[in-house]
């Protein structure tokens, strides 16, 4: 077997506690390897590089900059599969990301994290190694996954809620399932996938992201110059405010007509491919709004910071182009 290049960004897998705080340790980057060697005793050859040392809360373009120019940099015919370890507040967008602009992988790699430090008690950061590593020896995949306690596509993982830290899967309600792909058979995640993006890339366009809320007074958002286009996330029936009884500001409709005419268009998640739908949604559709259907907001964000700042492709076809499952079908 080929060795396991590991690639290491911080996170709290590569921390350590000290008088009560979390953050990232120089010295026990490599903690997570040694700890599986030290378990299992397995001759498998790693080879580590840090790519980045910092909690992933601190993740942001120049981040993913280096992430994708590493990768890239990848002879892949010297490894049996690559294993990334990262931190868990960031972990769905990056996971997101990668998982599109990697769709042509032909070696598994594994986006993996941990819930406390290696080695502290009820840390789940080397259960989430070894199950990369085994996962690897047995060839099954090929492409991006990301592995927190379960295998999961990396374009519909939720973040994770703030009280039990579990992570989603967009599309799907089970947790105990260590496989979930949500309605995608393994037979298509083994399929050799057209490569799309080639070479590095340069985040410099802004994607303005807006989660809906209760008397929401859009007013308050203003976009500037280095904004690219505008992603709302709507309530679950994909439906915003358009009443103006209480004043323009705080209906989507008015706000994305302001945003036409600066030539920012808005684009809506979440939407569903069902009829009938709500008044409301038609109101925003017919305000000059995009629709991004069945796709979480976490993967519809990366998908556009993506789209805007490649320049390979015309941005509506990265759009409409299904990159690596991001779009769940609903029966």
Known sequence: MKKILVLFTGGTIGSATNDGIIDVEQGGKY??????????????????????????????????????????GIDR?????????????TLAYTSALLGMYFRHFDIPLFIIASNKPIGEKGSNGLFNFSSAVELIKSGKYKGIFTLYERVMLPTRVIPADTCRD?????????????SVFSGVSENML???????????????????????????DFDCFVPNEDTAAVL??????????????????????EFI????????????????????????????IKAGSIPIYSTSAAAAYMKLLLAYNQHEMPVKKVMGTDLF???????
């Open 31 to 72: 903690a997570v390897v040694e700890a599986y060697k030290s378990a299992y005793g397995d001759e498998i050859g790693f080879e580590c590089r840090q790519v980045l040392n910092i909690l992933s809360e601190n993740m942001g373009f120049s981040g993913w900059e280096k992430m994708i120019h590493e990768i890239n």
């Open 190 to 216: 083994s399929r050799p996938r057209e490569q799309l993006f080639h070479g590095d890339i340069e985040f410099k366009k802004r994607i303005m992201f807006m989660e809906g809320c209760p008397a929401m």
């Open 257 to 284: 007509k302001r945003c036409i005419t600066k030539n920012i268009m808005v684009y809506i998640c979440g939407l569903k491919r069902k009829v009938p739908i709500y008044s409301t949604v038609e109101e925003i």
């Open 325 to 331: 499952f991001e779009e769940v079908k609903f029966s």
């Open 77 to 89: 015919s010297q490894y049996s599969g690559v294993i990334l370890t990262h931190g868990s507040d």
């Open 166 to 178: 579990r992570f989603g899967v967009y599309g799907y309600d089970g947790f105990n399932d260590f």
């Open 232 to 253: 709302y996330s709507p309530y679950h029936s994909a439906t915003a405010c358009t009443d103006i009884s209480e004043g323009k500001s705080y209906a989507l409709t």
